[in-house]
Structures are given as C-alpha cells and as structure tokens.
C-alpha cells in the first residue's frame, strides 16, 4: 500500500504524520510527532523568524525527515503556514527548511490551509449529509469553513491564533483586565464579517481541531492530557467553555498548567485560544463544539492519496477543478468554451509528451490555464491575457501551491500575443526549469485554444501523432473547421519555432472511436 508524509510548520509547532493508505481500509498511520518551536513568537513581534528558531526548526525537520525516510513514503509534502506567511525574511526560511528535509517547503495561504483541514476532517470522520462548522485555532491564524453535503462551501482565515493574540495583547500574567478586553474586542473585528456571512445557516454540528480545540474539551471532559486521543468527538457545550475561560484569565500560568487536560507549553498560550471559540459560538449562537484529532496533517495525507502518485498527474482533481471553474465562473468565463480548450489542451500534453518530457503534473497547470485565461476580460478585452496573469498569481487557488499558481499565471499570458521574453515581468523571475516549461506548453495552449475558435463545437474529436520525426494533428468533424484549422495551423508555427519539429493539421470527416478530447 503506497505511503505518504505530511509536514505542518505551524506558529506555534511542527507536526509531522505518516501513514499507509487503502482506499478500502481505514488509515494506518506509522508514525505521528510533534514539537514546540514557537515561530510565531518571533515573528508578532520582531516581523522576522530569529536566527535562533531557524536552527531550532531546521534541527527538527532533519530528524522527522529521517524518520519518514525509512518508511519508504511514495511522495512527501511539507508546508508553511501563518507565521512564515508574515515573515519578512520567509525567503531564507524556506531555503533552509527544504535543506533541511531534502524537499520543497511551500508557503501555503489562508485558503489552502482551510482546504486542507477540511479534507482531514472529512476524511477521518465524515459528515456527507450534514452542514458542518470547523474551526482551527492554530498559532497564527484561525481558520473557519463551512462544509455543505461533503464538500467545503465558504473558507475564511483570520489572524486570530494563540501565539499571535498571546504576543500582542497578553502581556502580564495573569492578563489585565485592559489587556483581554483589547483582545476580546480586536477579536471580535476581525470576526464580525465572517459571523454576519454565515449566521443564517443552521450547523448540524460545530468541530473543532487543533491543540486548543483538544485543551479545552479535555480540560472540561477532565481527560489527561496524555490521553486526547481519547477527546476525539467528545464535546464541550458553550455554558462549559464560557465557565473554564472566566477560570483561566484569572489564573497565573503555573496554575493553569495544574489545570486536567492542558499540558504545560499549551497553558502560556490557552487562553486566546479559548477566547476565539467562545466568540465564535456566542456570536453565532451554538450550543455546544465537538473536538476532532484531524487537523492539516491529515487534510495532507487525503489530499495526497486522492491525487495518488500512479493516478492520472495530468488532470485536476475534482477539487481542483472545482476550485479552478468556481474562480473562472466568478470572473464570467464561458465555461462552456473552456472546458473544451482544456480537455484538448490535455489531450495533446498526453501525445507530445515523448518531445516536452515535462512531469506528468504539468497537465494540471495547463488544464488550470486553459480554463483560466480569459478571465482578464472582466477588466478589459484589449490585452486581456495580461489581466489574466494578473487576475491568476493574485487570487488565492486552492489546491494549487503558490509556485503552481504562478506557472498557471504565466501560461495565461501567453496562450496570446507575444511569446515568453527575458524582459516580461513575472517570467524573468522564474527559474531556468520553470521557463523552459513555460515555453514549452505555451504552444500546446495555443493549438488548443484555436480547436474551438468559432465556439460552435465544430471539432468533434483529435488525434495527435509523432510520426516521422515531425507531429500530425488530425481533427474529426462532419462540419466545416476551416476556421479551426486555420487557427491551429497559426498555433503551429510557434510549436514550430520552440520544438523544432514539422507541425501538419489534416481534416478528417470520421471521428475515431476513441479520443482524449
């Protein structure tokens, strides 16, 4: 059974799972660590992760990377979350963590967090029938999601984590009374637009996760905290929360270590976690939260058996597509249209893939392109592609790391006009590999989009052949694809100039039985 390993860098600590996954069996996790770094306390004060936690990070990444190493994992992904996204010097973060682990570390944004924990949740207790509310605590953000019939409808991040609020606002112990009431209304800001967007749905449930999540329900359930496995969808009702929070901001922090269920590093930091819950019960009027072990971990570990590493690498995952279409549909793609340049954008990625050699998972960036670059057109027509790019690299994709967004950005820039350019912005700041990816599926985009230039369906179906040394395109139809032909012939000239290869486009009046398009 294929194995696979999820690193979260969060603010407050570094988690890391791996597990052996069967579709038919439930998860088999081989091992599962933790520990304290505290990143966030650098960075809510000073703006930077001081030299000091990098060490102390890149000394713990080292050994979790040994321990997964010898589990023969099929693929690994370690991400980065609120407190790196804030820091000013995440650049030379980034670079010694993937040093350190022998992978790439990726800074991932609000959204995609959201996703992710969302995916873990469902994946490790399912509610397919039901309207759930999650909320995660984590070091340096909160995030909450609304998930309708088993799919996440609404994401929202705030910076409202334990570590951020306990940095800024907290700083006597116990905290002044000035102090929590600063805070308890800072929260309440930075919630009140996410409350009102949400206070008219009826939550057959509220889940929790995260470290705060699991204090809070083992504190009031009395359960060790060496035992919070055994938390796991145990609840604590808002009165209880309500009565352990009035508690604890009156208590110094070596009394609230005594207190069950609150371990000694999570009591410096408990009580903004605690705020952040209540607010969000009281605000929405809940009556109680369930707590729940999964978390973005675990969200990773799905995600990654979903993709599968032997599955089809060239096409989205259905949610990415959903992410992908919901984005084109916000900015009045014609989806319609879309989505016949992308399934034969995806088709010819297939066939050409002997001359580009590119990895499979640049199909997805292609596809992600096809049906994402007229979105500039909601700003303007006239240069639209570059819109597009501008549209594409800022606005959140989730499922799509921040180096993937950008690639797609790219390859919207060029499905049009100009080719890639030392001079263009964006471009010159790829690496070599990037930019010879870039140019490389730039044509492949362009033939694709000229497949359905009149919009009226005419291509019924293509064929892409390499044949003696050069590549013929065979396009199916019973109607008139003149108009096609001419513009996948244009296309051509340019798969022409950067492959290097003869490009012929022929018209066929049967279509094959069968085809990728």
């Not at 994992?73 to 000013?88: G, K, L, Q």
């Not at 570390?105 to 949740?121: D, F, T």
């Not at 998972?361 to 819109?387: P, Q």
């Amino acid at each position: 059974m294929p194995r696979y390993a999820a690193i979260d860098i969060g603010s407050n600590s570094i988690r890391m799972l791996a597990a052996e996954v069967d579709p038919k069996l439930p998860r088999k996790t081989l091992v599962a660590e933790r520990q304290v770094t505290r990143i966030g306390s650098s960075v809510f004060t000073t703006g930077e992760v001081s030299r000091a936690t990098i060490e102390l990070v890149c000394g713990v990444l080292a050994k979790m990377a040994q321990t997964y190493k010898k589990l023969d994992v099929a693929a690994v992904r370690a991400v980065a979350t609120s407190a790196i996204r804030d820091a000013s010097n995440q650049a030379e973060f980034i670079e010694r963590a993937s040093d350190a682990i022998g992978a790439p570390v990726e800074i991932i944004s609000g959204q995609e967090e959201a996703r992710l924990i969302y995916l873990g949740v469902q994946d490790r207790w399912p509610h397919t029938r039901e309207r759930i509310l999650v909320v995660d605590v984590g070091g340096g953000s909160a995030e909450i999601i609304v998930g309708e019939d088993g799919e996440m409808s609404e994401a929202f991040s705030r910076q409202l984590g334990a570590v951020r609020l306990s940095e800024v606002f907290l700083k006597d112990d116990p905290p002044t009374e000035t102090q929590l009431r600063r805070m308890d209304d800072f929260i309440e800001q930075k919630l009140a637009t996410v409350l009102d967007r949400i206070r008219r749905k009826q939550f057959d449930r509220v889940i929790a996760t995260s470290a705060s999540a699991a204090a809070v329900v083992c504190a009031i359930n009395r359960i060790p905290r060496d035992r919070r496995e055994e938390a796991d969808r145990h609840r604590a009702t808002t009165s209880q929360i309500r009565k352990l929070y009035a508690n604890l901001v009156h208590m110094e922090v070596g009394a609230r270590r005594k207190v069950v269920g609150i371990g000694p590093r999570r009591a410096e930091i408990i009580v903004p976690g605690v705020a952040v819950y209540l607010h969000v019960l009281q605000g929405l009027g809940l009556p109680a939260l369930y707590y729940s072990t999964a978390g973005l971990r675990d969200g990773i570990i799905a995600d990654l058996a979903h993709r599968g590493i032997e599955r089809e690498a060239a096409r989205l995952s259905r949610e990415e597509r959903k992410s992908v279409e919901d984005m084109a549909r916000r900015f009045g793609v014609d989806l319609r249209h879309a989505r016949r340049i992308a399934s034969f954008a995806r088709t010819l990625f297939i066939s050409l893939q002997p001359l580009h050699r590119l990895p499979l998972s640049y199909g997805r960036l292609l596809e992600a392109a096809a049906l994402l670059r007229d979105t500039g057109h909601i700003i303007s027509d006239t240069a639209h592609h570059k819109h597009s790019q501008y549209i594409v690299a800022h606005s959140d994709l989730p499922g799509f790391t921040d180096y993937e967004r950008n690639l797609v950005a790219m390859l919207c820039r060029y499905h049009r006009k100009a080719m890639p350019m030392p001079k263009h912005v964006g471009y010159q700041s790829l690496t070599a590999d990037e930019r010879r990816a870039v140019l490389l599926l730039t044509p492949i985009l362009r033939i694709a989009d000229g497949l359905d230039r009149s919009r009226e369906r005419r291509v019924e179906g293509i064929d892409c052949q390499i044949r003696n040394g050069g590549v013929v395109l065979s396009i199916y139809s019973e109607q008139d694809t003149a108009l096609e032909q001419w513009a996948a012939e244009q296309a051509g000239e340019v798969f022409r100039q950067v492959y290097d290869k003869p490009f012929l486009v022929v018209h066929a009046s049967r279509t094959p039985n069968a085809t990728l398009a």
